[in-house]
């Protein structure tokens, strides 16, 4: 009668009550020795506990999201007779002491067998099959990860099965050349189906069983995914957190699938990484011998929703060693920038950008502004065209009021803004921030420049609160100061439209009969082309620079 075995968590270190991440097999599964039975994670590694032997699931004691301490009881599985547990080989074979001769009557006909086989070293062809799946036929073949003539290692991926529960790799059972593909994505496969024809130095061993027997190869790897490990994360689902069903895979990034296929991470690690599209080999392992855990793949991700790398989705800068090419030196960048850079990111990528030019003739508004400086300096202010602008961006908002809206997350409504607080982009020593000036359309000329240079102030030194940066739904961003002609300003999302000013200019305009001198200022409008048309955008900036030519509007 067939021992029952009682599958333990072995010694696992400091660790106490660490979660059960993944169930790999079902109650009924049939095991190998060494197959993983389930996936354990800790703060700084991930593992599997394997089977110490072959045989049968009898009953399952954890499931995903237990927590479990060394000496716990995960399974417990029939034993087939005549079978050696995997403690014992791991004792006997790769020493060669003298104790294998106890054994003799077991080990003899393993060494007949191999005797049999073709001699050690010499190649042969050798058919990649599909191997046991499970109860599923007719499986999509979803990715070719080889082509001929290309040269893979041992359990190196030939191609990937889909199911609605998982995705899978068919490995190569040997080092070797892949001689021709008998499969292409979109067929559909079964178990023992051939996917490929491989030319390999089979060592004396037959295929089917190279895996399982081969245990200093083990010793290399111990924690290679094996032909077959795969399937059995099936019948839980949720390796992950998810499954693959009605996954859209023409819009995940691209993968480098040779390398994928190689990176050391185990089969419920390279599933969820299919399913957020995270190339493997971009993301470097914490785990035990560097292997890729569920958290590094979720830092990876994140990394790249935060515009670390390039976007989610996105194709990245090349990593480049500057040094080669001469001296370098490293500087952290600005906390400032740190916090602005994603979310500038974010807009550029998110909104579709477009930029309105068009320039105002301001030529009264700066004759009105000098003759106010006096009563500002007066009141402790200095009056500058940013107060003129901003006011007059006012106007312009309530006669186009789609310029003062957000676009819903659902993406089919428009939230439509009944106030007037307007942003204005502020250089610093630290980076650029953009303060906001609260109900800006209640507030004479005079308060809009008090106002302006108090909270350049504080930004100059520091000194902005997060009060101070919250709630516009317009921004301004002025180099007036600096020079220019023009630029293309990143709309401040969920903003959808800011306003440039560059360096105003005197020009000769032609007034009819004759030239004469004009004092006109560049505007750049950028929008979100998902809320704002072209000609809005145009009507905008035309009626904005009528604004700032009429400034008494502005004034009272």
Same mark, same amino acid.
């Given at each position: 009668?067939?021992?029952?075995?009682?599958?333990?968590?072995?010694? @696992?270190?400091? !660790?106490?009550?660490?979660?059960?991440?993944?169930?790999?097999?079902?109650?009924?599964? &049939?095991?190998?020795? #060494?197959?993983?039975?389930?996936?354990?994670?800790?703060?700084?590694?991930?593992?599997?506990?394997?089977?110490?032997?072959?045989?049968?699931?009898?009953?399952?004691?954890?499931?995903?999201?237990?927590?479990?301490?060394?000496?716990?009881?995960?399974?417990?599985?029939?034993?087939?007779?005549?079978?050696?547990?995997?403690?014992? %080989?791991?004792?006997?074979?790769?020493?060669? +002491?003298? /104790?294998?001769?106890?054994?003799?009557?077991? &080990?003899?006909?393993?060494?007949?067998?191999?005797?049999?086989?073709?001699?050690?070293?010499?190649?042969?062809?050798?058919?990649?099959?599909?191997?046991?799946?499970?109860?599923?036929?007719?499986? #999509?073949?979803? /990715?070719?990860?080889?082509? #001929?003539?290309?040269?893979?290692?041992?359990?190196?991926?030939? $191609?990937?099965?889909?199911?609605?529960?998982?995705?899978?790799?068919?490995?190569?059972?040997?080092?070797?050349?892949?001689?021709?593909?008998?499969?292409?994505?979109? =067929?559909?496969?079964?178990?023992?189906?051939?996917?490929?024809?491989?030319?390999?130095?089979?060592?004396?061993? #037959?295929?089917?069983?190279? *895996?399982?027997?081969?245990?200093?190869?083990?010793?290399? %790897?111990?924690?290679?995914?094996?032909?077959?490990?795969?399937?059995?994360?099936?019948?839980?689902?949720?390796?992950?957190?998810?499954?693959?069903?009605?996954?859209?895979?023409? +819009?995940?990034?691209?993968?480098?699938?040779?390398?994928?296929?190689?990176?050391?991470?185990?089969?419920?690690?390279?599933? !969820?990484?299919?399913?957020?599209?995270?190339?493997?080999?971009? @993301?470097?392992?914490?785990?035990?011998?560097?292997?890729?855990?569920?958290?590094?793949?979720?830092?990876?991700?994140?990394?790249?929703?935060?515009?670390?790398?390039?976007?989610?989705?996105?194709?990245? $800068?090349?990593?480049? /060693?500057?040094? %080669?090419?001469?001296?370098?030196?490293?500087?952290?960048?600005?906390?400032?920038?740190?916090?602005?850079?994603?979310?500038?990111?974010?807009?550029?990528?998110?909104?579709?950008?477009?930029?309105?030019?068009?320039?105002?003739?301001?030529?009264?508004?700066?004759?009105?502004?000098?003759?106010?400086?006096?009563?500002?300096?007066?009141?402790?202010?200095?009056?500058?065209?940013?107060?003129?602008?901003?006011?007059?961006?006012?106007?312009?908002?309530?006669?186009?009021?789609?310029?003062?809206?957000?676009?819903?997350?659902?993406?089919?409504?428009?939230?439509?803004?009944?106030?007037?607080?307007?942003?204005?982009?502020? =250089?610093?020593?630290?980076?650029?921030?953009?303060?906001?000036?609260?109900?800006?359309?209640?507030? +004479? $000329?005079?308060?809009?420049?008090?106002?302006?240079?108090?909270?350049?102030?504080? *930004?100059?030194?520091?000194?902005?609160?997060?009060?101070?940066?919250?709630?516009?739904? !317009?921004?301004?961003?002025?180099?007036?100061?600096?020079?220019?002609?023009?630029?293309?300003?990143?709309?401040?999302?969920?903003? $959808?439209? @800011?306003?440039?000013?560059?360096?105003?200019?005197?020009?000769?305009?032609?007034?009819?009969? /004759? !030239?004469?001198?004009?004092?006109?200022?560049?505007?750049?409008? +950028?929008?979100?082309?998902?809320?704002?048309?072209?000609?809005?955008?145009?009507?905008?900036?035309?009626?904005?620079?009528?604004?700032?030519?009429?400034?008494?509007?502005?004034?009272?």
């Amino acid at each position: 009668m067939a021992d029952k075995i009682q599958v333990k968590v072995p010694d @696992i270190g400091d !660790f106490d009550e660490v979660e059960v991440i993944d169930v790999l097999v079902a109650e009924g599964d &049939s095991v190998e020795a #060494e197959d993983g039975l389930i996936t354990l994670e800790t703060d700084k590694a991930a593992m599997d506990v394997p089977a110490p032997q072959a045989g049968k699931v009898l009953s399952l004691k954890v499931a995903s999201g237990d927590k479990v301490s060394e000496g716990t009881v995960i399974a417990e599985l029939e034993a087939v007779e005549g079978s050696e547990s995997a403690q014992d %080989k791991g004792s006997d074979e790769p020493s060669g +002491s003298d /104790d294998s001769d106890t054994d003799e009557d077991q &080990s003899q006909p393993a060494s007949d067998a191999t005797e049999e086989a073709t001699p050690a070293g010499e190649k042969q062809e050798v058919e990649v099959t599909v191997p046991d799946i499970g109860d599923f036929d007719e499986v #999509e073949l979803i /990715d070719v990860l080889v082509a #001929e003539g290309d040269e893979v290692e041992e359990e190196q991926g030939i $191609v990937t099965l889909e199911t609605d529960k998982a995705a899978m790799d068919v490995p190569a059972p040997h080092a070797g050349t892949i001689k021709s593909l008998k499969v292409k994505a979109g =067929d559909k496969v079964s178990q023992g189906s051939v996917v490929a024809v491989m030319e390999a130095v089979v060592g004396g061993v #037959e295929p089917e069983h190279s *895996a399982s027997e081969s245990e200093p190869k083990k010793a290399d %790897k111990p924690e290679s995914p094996k032909p077959g490990q795969d399937k059995k994360s099936e019948p839980t689902g949720d390796a992950g957190g998810g499954t693959d069903k009605g996954l859209d895979r023409g +819009s995940l990034q691209a993968i480098d699938e040779s390398g994928f296929a190689k990176a050391h991470a185990s089969p419920s690690v390279r599933k !969820f990484a299919r399913e957020l599209g995270a190339d493997l080999v971009k @993301i470097h392992g914490s785990g035990y011998k560097g292997r890729i855990t569920h958290d590094d793949v979720k830092k990876w991700v994140k990394s790249q929703l935060r515009g670390a790398g390039g976007g989610a989705g996105l194709p990245q $800068v090349p990593d480049i /060693d500057h040094s %080669k090419f001469g001296d370098v030196e490293r500087v952290p960048l600005g906390r400032i920038k740190k916090i602005s850079g994603p979310r500038l990111q974010a807009s550029w990528v998110n909104a579709p950008h477009v930029t309105q030019h068009d320039e105002a003739d301001i030529t009264k508004m700066d004759a009105v502004r000098k003759a106010l400086k006096s009563d500002a300096e007066a009141m402790g202010t200095k009056m500058t065209p940013l107060a003129f602008i901003m006011k007059a961006c006012v106007h312009a908002l309530r006669e186009f009021p789609d310029f003062n809206s957000s676009l819903d997350p659902d993406g089919e409504h428009l939230v439509m803004k009944k106030y007037f607080h307007l942003g204005f982009a502020a =250089d610093t020593p630290n980076g650029l921030v953009v303060p906001v000036i609260r109900d800006v359309d209640d507030k +004479s $000329v005079f308060d809009v420049a008090r106002e302006l240079g108090e909270l350049a102030e504080k *930004a100059r030194n520091g000194k902005l609160q997060q009060k101070h940066m919250q709630g516009a739904c !317009f921004t301004v961003s002025s180099l007036g100061g600096i020079g220019g002609t023009a630029f293309t300003p990143i709309v401040n999302a969920p903003e $959808v439209a @800011i306003l440039g000013v560059s360096k105003a200019e005197m020009k000769p305009v032609w007034n009819g009969q /004759d !030239f004469e001198p004009r004092l006109t200022l560049p505007l750049s409008l +950028s929008y979100d082309h998902r809320v704002i048309d072209g000609a809005a955008a145009a009507r905008f900036t035309r009626y904005l620079a009528d604004v700032l030519g009429e400034c008494r509007n502005l004034v009272m």
